[in-house]
């Protein structure tokens, strides 16, 4: 499968985006989903996954609640609403995925920057 990630840009503090990943290639039901994301001079973390089967949706701490994951399988494109956000959700944002659960997908996009600043 192969991911493209759109949707980044510039936000003011408590502003909101929504993020899109296009996927292309292998049924894209067939695969569970998640969003990374990497700050400058940080290690990148986990930021949400929905289950390709039955949609149940995780999200880390630091997201919960502002953040919600979705898709589309017939339009093969994986969401990311961001609520609320703040200058620490500053970062480059990588849709993946894989056939099972795991903490390291198989399948990378190659990333779309989100900047929050006033």
């Known amino acids: 499968v192969q991911l493209q990630a759109s949707g980044g840009g510039l936000v003011q503090p408590g502003g909101s985006l929504r993020l899109s990943c296009a996927a292309s290639?292998?049924?894209?039901?067939?695969?569970?989903m998640y969003w990374f994301r990497q700050a400058p001079g940080k290690e990148r973390e986990f930021v949400a996954a929905?289950?390709?089967?039955?949609?149940?949706?995780y999200y880390s701490d630091s997201v919960k609640g502002r953040f919600t994951i979705s898709r589309d399988n017939a339009k093969n494109t994986l969401y990311l609403q961001m609520n609320s956000l703040n200058p620490e959700d500053t970062a480059v944002y990588y849709c993946?995925?894989?056939?099972?659960?795991?903490?390291?997908?198989?399948?990378w996009g190659q990333g779309t920057q989100v900047t929050v600043s006033s």
């Open positions: 929905i289950i390709r089967n039955d949609g149940r949706t």
């Open positions: 290639g292998r049924t894209f039901s067939e695969y569970t």
């Open positions: 993946a995925a894989d056939l099972k659960a795991t903490d390291n997908p198989a399948h």
